[in-house]
């Protein structure tokens, strides 16, 4: 029998932990992409091709709708959550870039929750570079909905995640959703900082020229003043007759 069922306390104070692979990492600039969790909108007959189940439904067992996982993403800005690895709760960076996917993206699945970190820790960059931290893991709380699905002739129970409410993103080793790994693109991290680097050199170069000029006009202007004092001293003097 379908119902909506609270989450005991003990099992909220683990909180449910949905992984997925990093799609790129770019430890050079600190900076990595992934799909944080995929959206399932099921028929009122929970009938589901076996390859959507697999991407979509978590190793819980659990799910959600598209519109809870677009307000799972918005509110986890709102709150200001912050990213952790292993489920640890010391913060390691924060979200910078967080979007939805829509059908024909040409990276992801539809319906996904993509985000991009900036990672601020050494000991991090560290594990994602040796491969020992591979993909994005949501930890919240929630209320869980009953839903059975057929497989094979027998009903499956699932989950539908009701009314989340964020906590932390994690960056795991293990990811509970099987996603294909995509390359770990690190030249463009290395592009990116080169040409940050020349246009920060090139501004240099500006600004010691520009106080060059500066320099060299307050030099002139110096000049002048003293000229201009030098004439009125002059011309203040009172001319005398031979």
């Not at 399932?40 to 190793?59: F, G, K, N, Q």
């Not at 050199?201 to 003043?225: M, P």
Request: glycine share 6%.
């Amino acid at each position: 029998m379908e119902g909506l069922t609270p989450v005991p306390l003990a099992m909220a104070l683990e909180a449910p932990r949905i992984q997925f692979h990093f799609a790129r990492s770019e430890v050079e600039r600190a900076l990595v992409r992934g799909v944080a969790y995929v959206a399932l909108d099921p028929p009122p007959s929970m009938e589901v091709h076996p390859a959507e189940a697999e991407l979509r439904v978590d190793s819980w067992g659990t799910w959600m709708r598209r519109a809870t996982l677009e307000k799972f993403a918005h509110d986890f800005l709102a709150y200001g959550r912050a990213v952790d690895a292993h489920h640890d709760h010391g913060p390691i960076g924060n979200v910078v870039e967080s979007y939805l996917t829509r059908e024909g993206d040409p990276d992801d699945p539809p319906n996904a929750w993509v985000v991009t970190s900036r990672v601020c820790d050494a000991s991090t960059l560290g594990e994602i570079v040796r491969g020992e931290l591979t993909g994005f893991s949501i930890e919240f709380f929630s209320e869980l909905r009953v839903r059975n699905r057929p497989v094979d002739g027998r009903a499956a129970r699932t989950g539908e995640i009701v009314a989340p409410i964020p906590l932390f993103l994690s960056m795991v080793e293990r990811p509970a959703i099987n996603q294909p790994f995509a390359s770990v693109d690190r030249e463009a991290g290395d592009e990116a900082e080169a040409a940050a680097r020349s246009q920060r050199a090139a501004h240099g170069d500006e600004l010691a020229s520009l106080r060059t000029k500066v320099d060299q006009l307050a030099a002139e202007r110096a000049a002048r003043v003293t000229e201009m004092e030098t004439t009125r001293a002059s011309l203040a003097t009172p001319a005398v007759a031979g």
